[in-house]
């Protein structure tokens, strides 16, 4: 076999192992004003009760390429109190998932009126996870008893819970994503550890005001899985302009691990960590929302056609609020 085949193998698996988690895994959903996929603190945190369905896909042209579809909706209850939901489907290769989430949100406004935004939000998600690994085409001539040549399965419960605070035009969060210690038990202990926990800090600050018709939002999102110590870092900035069915917005994120993989370059060794830039382009109309989303891979060993393609939709739905919050706030008006 060709070296540098091999190579460009072992650094694929590399680095869908570095995003890889348990439950839904941390793509740019957000970006697509989807916060609440990421952080359960935001169900209900806005004016409107939001439904949200996404579907994304890699690798086109190629068998068994990863692919997620993911369907969302979060609302407000009460003065003080969100719900939310999540059903998902995730599957790369021969392994795949699917579960769904429960979200219970509670919400402090310390706003002097209900015009201005001064709100934190605390929330927590327990969630339902079934994996399977497919064997059934894996070539057992070899005896190798690891490998049953069945269909394996095993479901388990975790829970994320995270904080939100929205000031004005700022936004932060910090969410940790699969706080109990679980084992999916399809693998051997040697590569599969039952602590999957991964921590996100994020933050983003809108420029403009609401009588702009321009406006910018620049954002960030750092993670960090407790493990294995891997780290990530999302730099975005976004555009929004004011139209009259609604408004029309772009932006761009780009990704970047700390940690890199070693490959061979000709006679010499280099280390390539795994970058993503991700364009994205939506329009809200009156209350529907569609976005596309291209996240394409930086790096000397890639794919040829290496990106993932997503499409979003959404819909949001009236509250009892007669008026928006007098900020500039995408996330919450």
């Known amino acids: 076999m060709n070296y540098k085949c091999i190579y460009v193998l072992l650094f694929v698996i590399t680095s869908n192992y570095l995003y890889a988690q348990e439950g839904i895994p941390v793509y740019s959903d957000y970006f697509a004003d989807n916060y609440y996929l990421l952080h359960p603190s935001m169900a209900g945190a806005a004016t409107t009760?939001?439904?949200?369905?996404?579907?994304?896909?890699?690798?086109?042209?190629?068998?068994?390429?990863p692919n997620l579809q993911t369907l969302s909706f979060n609302a407000r209850i009460g003065e003080q109190?969100?719900?939310?939901?999540?059903?998902?489907?995730?599957?790369?290769?021969?392994?795949?998932?699917?579960?769904?989430?429960?979200?219970?949100?509670?919400?402090?406004?310390?706003?002097?009126?209900?015009?201005?935004?001064?709100?934190?939000?605390?929330?927590?998600?327990?969630?339902?996870?079934?994996?399977?690994?497919?064997?059934?085409?894996?070539?057992?001539?070899?005896?190798?008893?690891?490998?049953?040549?069945?269909?394996?399965?095993s479901s388990y419960f975790n829970v994320d819970v995270g904080l939100s605070y929205n000031f004005l035009n700022f936004s932060g969060h910090f969410t940790v994503k699969n706080l109990l210690f679980q084992n999916r038990n399809l693998y051997s202990e040697e590569f599969e550890s039952n602590n999957q926990r991964n921590y996100l800090l994020g933050g983003s600050y809108l420029i403009g005001n609401s009588t702009n018709?321009?406006?910018?939002?620049?954002?960030?999102?750092?993670?960090?899985?407790?493990?294995?110590?891997?780290?990530?870092?999302?730099?975005?900035?976004?555009?929004?302009?004011?139209?009259n069915f609604g408004k029309l917005w772009g932006g761009i994120s780009y990704r970047r691990s700390f940690d890199g993989a070693e490959y061979l370059d000709g006679q010499s060794v280099e280390n390539q960590k795994l970058q993503y830039a991700t364009p994205v382009l939506g329009a809200n109309y009156k209350r529907f929302l569609v976005a596309y989303t291209y996240s394409y891979q930086i790096g000397n060993v890639k794919?040829?056609?290496?990106?993932?393609?997503?499409?979003t939709l959404g819909y949001d739905f009236p509250t009892k609020r007669k008026k928006p919050y007098d900020c500039n706030c995408p996330a919450v008006n």
């Open 49 to 65: 009760n939001k439904l949200r369905l996404t579907g994304r896909k890699q690798w086109f042209g190629q068998d068994e390429a």
């Open 81 to 153: 109190s969100g719900i939310g939901a999540i059903i998902f489907n995730d599957k790369n290769g021969y392994h795949s998932q699917k579960g769904a989430y429960l979200t219970y949100a509670h919400h402090l406004l310390f706003s002097r009126s209900e015009i201005d935004l001064n709100q934190l939000s605390f929330g927590l998600s327990v969630g339902y996870v079934e994996s399977t690994l497919d064997e059934t085409e894996f070539d057992i001539s070899d005896f190798d008893p690891v490998i049953s040549g069945i269909v394996q399965s």
């Open 213 to 243: 018709l321009w406006s910018y939002e620049p954002s960030v999102l750092f993670q960090l899985k407790e493990r294995t110590g891997e780290k990530a870092i999302d730099i975005n900035v976004k555009a929004y302009r004011k139209m």
């Open 303 to 311: 794919f040829e056609d290496g990106g993932f393609h997503q499409i």
